[in-house]
């Protein structure tokens, strides 16, 4: 693995998504009277509604004729049975693979099928390590707007391990003028929360009491509530978590934080409405840019590459930020949710920090 190889594969994702963000925008413009919010299947990982299967179906005409025979892949996402691989080259044993490449083909797809916010088109590329690849061996990642009709604009962003803020590749195309400029990423350097959006996830009923009791102290704790006439902190709920990502990235949010599968773990609830590993597929460019993202315990990001495994996360802008909450959360973790943080440890076995990696 060089960084001419990885820099090909992320030239190769940023074109797979260019080619799903503009079949879904022509098929929206040409079918104004499609029902995109139509439910056309269930599975483990969510539900899958009509505007999904428009981009899947986008995803594997674009592999079959443009992936390198050079670089075989595997495919996971949603509607790829786990018995039933998909590579390409088409009908490449996965034993015979060198890449696993692990897609949301849309990620907030209830905020774009009601065209009230834009959605994102989220992939991360790691090596192929069979059923023991980890999400933390993600070595290359790219993330694609999914705007609402509204909007003309998309941004894209991506990222190849070990190459810094400086490696991240942010272009905003004009999809009208088929034009693009580049643009810098800018995560806050701001050193405390006061008059800046921080928020814990509770986008759905279910946990949503217990989430803001623990939200609340927090913040409680760190800066008092009640003693001031305008909020310190304040809340947006994106209902997408390359969104959320790409709001720390773009210095609009200073922490992001999804509790529900430890949330929902106490209340003893069984819920498929959580993160999944695709969902966060893209924290490499969050953490190349200076970002902090790990568990909610200060622990390492680990899940395995597939798309039903529960992901609970914590990004931060910066270290500053990230060292102000951590002691806090931990100890309001173990008295409301039940959750005892790990040890501290370095990245999984057999999984990849960029440090050994010839570029």
């Known amino acids: 693995m060089n960084l001419r190889e990885l820099e090909e594969i992320r030239s190769c994702l940023c074109a797979l998504q260019n080619h799903i963000r503009d079949e879904v925008l022509k098929a929206r413009s040409q079918n104004e009277h499609m029902d995109m919010a139509a439910v056309v299947a269930e599975t483990a990982a969510d539900t899958i509604y009509q505007i999904d299967k428009i981009s899947e179906e986008a995803i594997f005409e674009w592999f079959e004729r443009h992936w390198p025979e050079s670089m075989p892949v595997e495919i996971v996402m949603e509607g790829v049975e786990e018995d039933k691989p998909v590579t390409f080259p088409y009908g490449t044993a996965v034993e015979g693979t060198l890449w696993k490449c692990l897609i949301d083909p849309i990620d907030g797809t209830r905020n774009i099928m009601y065209d009230k916010r834009a959605a994102w088109i989220l992939a991360g590329v790691a090596p192929?390590?069979?059923?023991?690849?980890?999400?933390?061996?993600?070595?290359?990642?790219?993330?694609?707007?999914?705007?609402?009709?509204?909007?003309?604009?998309?941004?894209q962003l991506s990222a190849v391990i070990g190459q810094g803020q400086s490696g991240i590749r942010f272009q905003r195309?004009?999809?009208?003028?088929?034009?693009?400029?580049?643009?810098?990423?800018?995560?806050?350097?701001?050193?405390?929360?006061?008059?800046?959006?921080?928020?814990?996830?509770?986008?759905?009923?279910?946990?949503?009491?217990?989430?803001?009791?623990?939200?609340?102290?927090?913040?409680?704790?760190?800066?008092?509530?009640?003693?001031?006439?305008?909020?310190?902190?304040?809340?947006?709920?994106?209902?997408?978590?390359?969104?959320?990502?790409?709001?720390?990235?773009?210095?609009?949010?200073?922490?992001?934080?999804?509790?529900?599968?430890?949330?929902?773990?106490?209340?003893?609830?069984?819920s498929s409405l959580v993160c999944h590993p695709y969902d966060i597929c893209t924290w490499l460019i969050l953490q190349e840019a200076g970002g902090i993202i790990e568990q909610p315990d200060g622990s390492p990001l680990s899940a395995p590459m597939d798309t039903t495994s529960p992901v609970s996360w914590i990004g931060f802008a910066n270290s500053t930020l990230a060292e102000a909450v951590r002691p806090v959360l931990r100890r309001l973790m173990q008295e409301h949710l039940d959750h005892v943080p790990e040890a501290p440890q370095d990245a999984p076995e057999g999984v990849s920090d960029g440090s050994n990696i010839a570029l």
């Open 128 to 155: 192929q390590r069979g059923r023991e690849t980890n999400i933390a061996d993600i070595v290359v990642s790219a993330m694609t707007e999914l705007p609402p009709s509204k909007q003309t604009f998309s941004d």
């Open 173 to 270: 195309i004009n999809l009208v003028e088929k034009t693009s400029r580049t643009m810098k990423v800018r995560p806050s350097q701001a050193t405390d929360f006061k008059h800046g959006f921080a928020s814990m996830a509770r986008f759905f009923p279910e946990g949503k009491e217990l989430t803001a009791r623990v939200e609340e102290k927090l913040w409680e704790e760190l800066y008092g509530l009640g003693k001031t006439s305008s909020p310190l902190v304040f809340d947006d709920q994106y209902i997408s978590t390359g969104g959320q990502i790409y709001e720390i990235l773009s210095g609009h949010d200073r922490m992001l934080a999804d509790l529900r599968p430890i949330v929902f773990r106490k209340l003893g609830l069984e």
